[in-house]
């Protein structure tokens, strides 16, 4: 099914500077788009953890929070939040927190993983014992599929259909039972580093996420892929005009209460029975982070591929903001494990997708740019790494 793979410009695609650096303090690239570094030689995520450890008065921060919940609180026991929550850590961090601390009535809402792991089921199956209203949104199998491969193919990322949904569904939910605020938890952009307009906002607009989010893909793009505009409905935006009279906003947790993984990761596993996963995830050294969907190891594959940074150098980076690790420790962990193939599933993807393993090299080798990569002996090598 795929035909046509062009050779992609990514230094014009995501504005990528031309020349390799590395941030001095933890152990991420100039390549992650929107990401700025200062004249030392930092970046802006650094800066950022740096702001979010010595400036921000957390207590206020709470305080504001608790102004927000006091005016959406309801009175009558209805669901008066939306939470995103795969089951996995930092989603039912946030709805724990709400449910039992704040005394919010949380509607959860999970997007179908593509392919889901028996460990993400058992993890959010387990969350929604402990007290949860949830609801799961699955689009139809087939159209799912088609959107994967082709989303592989174009985009360079099997995962935008799953962000499509996963960012649109539970804005959906909440206008369907009324609700006005729904409740992330981290703002990514601001934490690992993007866009630091939003830094000093509890909240973003849906345009903003929208611009952000789907590498500036409109879903109808995909219409001309012989895909209807009703198989596309399960994945498309609610209404504006709804999103307006409703006054709904996206919050993130992470602006009123520091926000750190890894001590997510140790509440939920004493408080919503949260598992780790019994291996290492491939393409990094952690077990517990976005372990719901079998084919998440493409996405963060094809990552590397773009921008030479992989699922170790993202896990690494943050954990040396949050002082878990150390730089050299970081680049260690990046040097043995950033790019590790997902071989796994790969037989799956290929399955899934409906392509051979030549095709899947083509659409890999269309995103290499020249900047990030050359070959040397017939093997791709990183032009600049950071070991
Ligand atoms: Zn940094």
Known sequence: MILNVK???????????KKVIFCK???????RPRITFNKFGICSACEFSDFKKKKINWKKREE??????????????????????SGGKDGSFVAHQLKFKYGMNPLCVTWSPILSTKIGKKNLSNFI????DHIMGKPKKEIYKKLTSLAFAHV??????????????????????NISVVMYGENGE???????????????????RNKHYFSKIPLDAWEKYSLKKEDLHDFDAPLQADIKKTKLRMYFFGYYKFWDPQENFYYCQENTGFNINPDRIEGTYSKYASLDDKLDGFHYYLMFIKFGIGRAT???????RDEKISREEAVYLVNKYDGEFPKKYFNLFLKYCGINESQFNKVIDSWRSPHIWKKKKNKWKLRTSIY
């Open 64 to 85: 504001e929070l608790l102004r927000l919940l006091d005016k959406h609180r309801s009175k009558t026991n209805k669901n008066d939040i939306i939470v995103p929550c």
């Open 25 to 31: 303090k933890c152990v991420m690239s100039n390549q």
């Open 190 to 208: 601001v934490e690992y580093g993007g866009d630091m307009k939003y830094a000093f906002k509890p909240y973003t607009d849906f345009e903003v």
């Open 156 to 177: 360079g990322d099997p995962f935008q259909p799953f962000i499509y949904g996963q960012f649109n569904y539970p804005a959906k939910i909440a206008l369907q039972n």
């Open 314 to 320: 993202s896990d690494a980076a943050h954990e040396v």
């Open 7 to 17: 050779k992609k410009n990514l230094i014009k695609l995501y504005n990528l500077p």
């Open 129 to 132: 014992k402990t007290g949860f």
